[in-house]
């Protein structure tokens, strides 16, 4: 049964990701930050990571892309989860008993004009995780407080849904990838993506001139960002996503191109897709 | 004097955009969300508005970018700021009487490593900004509380800085846009930058046939990212910054070409470009 990594507690989203791509033979490794996923899946303590890559609604977690740079880990697939973020807090407290609220930022944040409605001048206390937040309410047994979590982390837990679906925006989304020491080698009939880091020369048109390695051969891109590169404000980096496989003879020969035209290609993986979740 | 509305107390970095932008002579306005900001500066109550778009480190701010889109404001100005945390707290205290610090979420997430080593285990209460923080530490006169902040926070409410530069990473850059209801319309020589948002059709090569407007005619790009269509999980849409104003004949033919190969253009604005921050 293979062991996978993850930032946060039992319940929290990265572990539903997790359940979502290995099924439920996974055994999720609980870890406290990103940096320990990485580290971890890295040494062979577990067998795989998972870390959130992209929020359709924060955008790109930065940080991830950092520590995938940094260390030699591949990915060898990616989950889409539906984020749908729950009122949760002990039995029988109600919403006029709540003078605070845990969750981790990113679902303060989300949640932001629903808690402004349902409890007006509530005070956000911002936890490591999600799942942790529920946790604290439950050892601490505080019915002034709720967390904000996912439905899992409630059962987990044992406590009740006060409000369920409180994110401002439905359209939430996130997608997860899953590391590994060794890369994927996808069957040949399998749809894939590719994912890449590169940088071009800071000169007009380069970008354009790295793009043509996809465009001549009809790659469908699915993703492009640039970003400053750290110590080097007026040069950037890319973010790319491709559909297909690195080991496609028309995919290489399209990598081949790109190397020449850019100063740096890193290629973190070729893995099947997977589909956006109902 | 010219008034601009901000989000946030003051004291709050974009307070101090402000002042880059404007000089001495601006009188910001706090407003208490992004809405209310782009809401006043439309409806003539302000002058100007200013908001951030970007972090070097956090990325895309895509809220404003959607504020934007729903506005008809224009972007007439830039201002990079060099953000710089301070742990602030009352007079008189110290490091081991801190149990709590209060901050905005992206505040608390720059510093979360620092906070980590300087105040282990410290609970870390959002807030809706950073000078909002040292004002609730203030009116509350809690000794056991710290905030996370600018200098200048500290200054406008007579706090002491308990440590500075608590950042866990030195390249903490933020990008702010000022916002009117009329162009700007720059003097011919002045280098300047403009920003547009466009969509393409989901196919291959749609980015690179979009992209030859700029490269064709040797127009630097400084931003472009991707980004999902809302309600519509495959489609994209692109931030694009690119070098030139589009009065500028070259410029013009580009975005003319741009419309052909889009499904939607829209420019934001074209103004002066600012330098980074030493």
Not at 35 to 48: I, L
Not at 210 to 231: H, M, T, V
Request: aromatic share 8%.
């Amino acid at each position: 049964m293979p062991t996978i990594a993850f930032q946060g507690e039992p319940g929290a989203y990265s572990e539903q990701a997790a359940f979502d791509f290995l099924g439920a033979q996974a055994q999720p490794v609980p870890r406290p930050t990103f940096d320990a996923v990485f580290d971890d899946t890295t040494a062979g303590k577990v067998d795989f990571g998972i870390v959130p890559v992209e929020n359709s609604l924060a955008g790109s977690v930065h940080r991830n892309y950092d520590l995938l740079m940094r260390h030699t880990l591949h990915i060898i697939g990616e989950a889409i989860v539906r984020v749908r973020h729950n009122l949760i807090a002990l039995p029988g407290v109600e919403l006029p008993d709540i003078r605070r609220v845990y969750s981790h930022w990113q679902a303060l944040d989300q949640c932001e004009h629903t808690l402004g409605r349902l409890l007006p001048g509530v005070e956000r206390v911002q936890v490591y995780d999600t799942a942790g937040a529920v946790k604290m309410v439950l050892e601490e047994q505080r019915r002034d407080t709720a967390a904000i979590a996912s439905k899992r982390a409630a059962e987990l837990y044992g406590l009740p849904v006060l409000r369920d679906g409180i994110e401002d925006d439905p359209t939430n989304f996130t997608r997860f990838v899953v590391l590994s020491r060794q890369p994927a080698s996808p069957p040949a009939a399998t749809p894939c993506k590719t994912s890449l880091v590169f940088a071009t020369r800071n000169t007009p048109g380069a970008l354009y001139k790295a793009l043509a390695a996809f465009a001549l051969r009809d790659i469908d891109l699915s993703k492009i960002e640039s970003r400053p590169l750290q110590g080097s404000p007026w040069e950037y980096l890319f973010y790319l996503d491709f559909i297909g496989n690195q080991s496609d003879e028309v995919c290489a020969h399209a990598l081949a191109q790109l190397r020449e035209f850019s100063t740096f290609v890193r290629v973190l993986g070729s893995y099947p897709r997977a589909n956006m979740p109902a």
